[in-house]
């Protein structure tokens, strides 16, 4: 089925951050839009605000007649859907054209000129950078991403531009459909070990997602990567960092709550890229970002006010309080090296203050292969407080739980374990000086309420 053929398009799981992009590229282009999802979310009720029609009860007949015309309605799941779904079966049995929404982007990459980041972290930041760089220049950009973006309260961008900039998700093997014109990989620190089993299946998935980019196009790869890549004839390749590379930063400035430096390019150099979202962390997030912009052919100019004016990305290094007796902020950092980046971050801006984390492990898997590595990254900061694994797609695991992180966090650090239901009694009962909370899980649903309560300690 193509594109121009689609007169519905039917989500299962309807809500989830990536999904919810597509949902949003097909409402703009006046399809009838239609889903499922387990939960009711912000996310889901805004969607319906935008046109979309979204149920929560699994159930064959909540399905609009639109959606159940085989030859012009194409169906969309999420990975994390059990096979067994009771409208998955539906459409897989009445000759529905089902797919991945990896493979609905695969088709984009390949209508348009694909600028995608991969990575085992930083590719959100990275490409909601890129996207924001691109959208604001002389080029323009359509973007899928894995976040929600500050400048513009949404994780989709519509545009008529040829570029399309794209999150690609290693998961499930996801990116393996894909086209790009242009990748950028951030890191390939083994994950979804439930998926690869070993972290050489891992590295090679990612050898095998640089066989995919188009003749004529160019890799961008951090130059630390644990990783061979095998690229087509005429494919570009260059390598970035923070410090080193074809593309790098010089000349660091932080000072005063903001940041700066020189972009090291060998096409043009930028001096004075000022940070808009300054956290360390993001300089070489930046230079990835700026790199991929630059080879598609943004102005240095364009460049530096697009770094200048980005906003961030929610759950990403995102804060909610920050004043002299305060700072609170959320990150969704949930795998240990995301941790480790994100501890040193904010050591690197609060080195004076003590730094208190909330974190909630994300994955029985995850934590049984990693809790050793997430202890060492949790005991940078002075005090952490644990909760209940966040169990996501996955049943419990015999003798898989947060103690296994409790019990290897450096001798000395204050440490606590508490119930998740029981945050906001804890927030109400202690002080803090500069508070974290860090997971992919559902405790960031309660910023909110722990933004307000420490609000109103202060008053």
Same mark, same amino acid.
């Given at each position: 089925?193509?594109?121009?053929?689609?007169?519905?398009?039917?989500?299962?799981?309807? =809500?989830?951050?990536?999904?919810?992009?597509?949902?949003?590229?097909?409402?703009?282009?006046?399809?009838?839009?239609?889903?499922?999802?387990?939960?009711?979310?912000?996310?889901?009720?805004?969607?319906?605000?935008?046109?979309?029609?979204?149920?929560?009860?699994?159930?064959?007949?909540?399905?609009?007649?639109?959606?159940?015309? %085989?030859?012009?309605?194409?169906?969309?799941?999420?990975?994390?859907?059990?096979?067994?779904?009771?409208?998955?079966?539906?459409?897989?049995?009445?000759?529905?054209?089902?797919?991945?929404?990896?493979?609905?982007?695969?088709?984009?990459?390949?209508?348009?000129?694909?600028?995608?980041?991969? =990575?085992?972290?930083? $590719?959100?930041?990275?490409?909601?950078?890129?996207?924001?760089?691109?959208?604001?220049?002389?080029?323009?950009?359509?973007?899928?991403?894995?976040?929600?973006?500050?400048?513009?309260?949404?994780?989709?961008?519509?545009?008529?531009?040829?570029?399309?900039?794209?999150?690609?998700?290693?998961?499930?093997?996801?990116? !393996?459909?894909?086209?790009?014109?242009?990748?950028?990989?951030?890191?390939?620190?083994?994950?979804?070990?439930?998926?690869? =089993?070993?972290?050489?299946?891992?590295?090679?998935?990612?050898?095998?997602?640089?066989?995919?980019?188009?003749?004529?196009?160019?890799?961008?790869?951090?130059?630390?990567?644990?990783?061979?890549?095998?690229?087509?004839?005429?494919?570009?390749?260059?390598?970035?960092?923070? !410090?080193?590379?074809?593309?790098?930063?010089?000349?660091?400035?932080?000072?005063?709550?903001?940041?700066?430096?020189?972009?090291?390019?060998?096409?043009?150099?930028?001096?004075?890229?000022?940070?808009?979202?300054?956290?360390?962390?993001?300089?070489?997030?930046?230079?990835?970002?700026?790199?991929?912009?630059?080879?598609?052919?943004?102005?240095?100019?364009?460049?530096?006010?697009?770094?200048?004016?980005?906003?961030?990305?929610?759950?990403?290094?995102?804060? $909610?309080?920050?004043?002299? $007796?305060?700072?609170?902020?959320?990150?969704?950092?949930?795998?240990?090296?995301?941790?480790?980046?994100?501890?040193?971050?904010?050591?690197?801006?609060?080195?004076?203050?003590?730094?208190?984390?909330?974190?909630? %492990?994300?994955?029985?898997?995850?934590?049984?292969?990693?809790?050793?590595?997430?202890?060492?990254?949790?005991?940078?900061?002075?005090?952490?407080?644990?909760?209940?694994?966040?169990?996501?797609?996955?049943?419990?695991?015999?003798?898989?739980?947060?103690?296994?992180?409790?019990?290897?966090?450096?001798?000395?650090?204050?440490?606590?374990?508490?119930?998740?239901?029981?945050?906001?009694?804890?927030?109400?009962?202690?002080?803090?000086?500069?508070?974290?909370?860090?997971?992919?899980?559902?405790?960031?649903?309660?910023?909110?309420?722990?933004?307000?309560?420490?609000?109103? $300690?202060?008053?």
């Amino acid at each position: 089925m193509e594109i121009k053929d689609i007169k519905a398009v039917y989500f299962i799981g309807a =809500g989830g951050i990536g999904m919810s992009a597509i949902a949003r590229y097909f409402i703009h282009r006046g399809l009838v839009v239609a889903g499922y999802d387990k939960t009711p979310s912000a996310l889901t009720l805004q969607l319906e605000r935008e046109g979309m029609l979204i149920h929560y009860e699994e159930n064959i007949d909540e399905i609009p007649h639109a959606c159940k015309q %085989p030859q012009t309605c194409l169906v969309i799941y999420t990975p994390a859907i059990p096979s067994d779904h009771q409208e998955l079966q539906y459409f897989r049995q009445n000759g529905f054209e089902v797919e991945k929404r990896a493979q609905v982007l695969g088709t984009l990459t390949r209508e348009h000129k694909g600028l995608c980041v991969a =990575g085992t972290h930083g $590719k959100t930041t990275t490409s909601t950078m890129c996207a924001h760089i691109m959208h604001q220049s002389h080029l323009d950009c359509n973007a899928f991403l894995g976040g929600i973006s500050k400048n513009y309260g949404t994780n989709y961008i519509l545009s008529n531009s040829d570029y399309v900039v794209i999150e690609a998700d290693e998961f499930d093997r996801s990116f !393996h459909w894909l086209s790009p014109w242009m990748t950028v990989i951030t890191a390939t620190d083994p994950d979804h070990l439930d998926i690869y =089993g070993t972290k050489e299946a891992y590295l090679e998935s990612f050898r095998h997602y640089t066989e995919l980019i188009q003749p004529g196009g160019n890799l961008i790869i951090h130059r630390d990567l644990e990783m061979k890549e095998n690229l087509q004839e005429g494919v570009n390749r260059y390598d970035y960092s923070l !410090h080193e590379g074809d593309f790098h930063a010089e000349n660091i400035r932080i000072a005063n709550g903001e940041i700066t430096f020189d972009f090291i390019s060998p096409i043009e150099c930028v001096k004075d890229v000022q940070l808009g979202q300054p956290v360390p962390i993001n300089i070489e997030n930046g230079v990835a970002a700026m790199a991929m912009a630059q080879l598609s052919g943004c102005t240095a100019e364009e460049l530096r006010y697009g770094m200048q004016t980005y906003g961030g990305v929610e759950r990403r290094f995102d804060f $909610k309080l920050k004043n002299d $007796k305060i700072v609170f902020l959320s990150d969704y950092a949930h795998h240990p090296k995301e941790i480790y980046q994100s501890a040193k971050s904010i050591r690197e801006l609060y080195s004076d203050r003590k730094i208190t984390a909330i974190f909630q %492990p994300h994955l029985y898997t995850r934590t049984r292969d990693f809790y050793k590595d997430f202890a060492n990254a949790l005991s940078l900061l002075d005090e952490v407080i644990l909760t209940e694994i966040y169990p996501a797609r996955e049943q419990p695991i015999e003798g898989v739980t947060s103690q296994l992180i409790y019990d290897n966090l450096r001798p000395g650090i204050e440490k606590h374990m508490i119930a998740k239901s029981d945050v906001l009694q804890y927030i109400k009962d202690h002080s803090f000086d500069v508070l974290i909370v860090l997971g992919a899980g559902d405790l960031d649903n309660q910023v909110p309420q722990i933004t307000k309560i420490l609000k109103e $300690k202060q008053q």
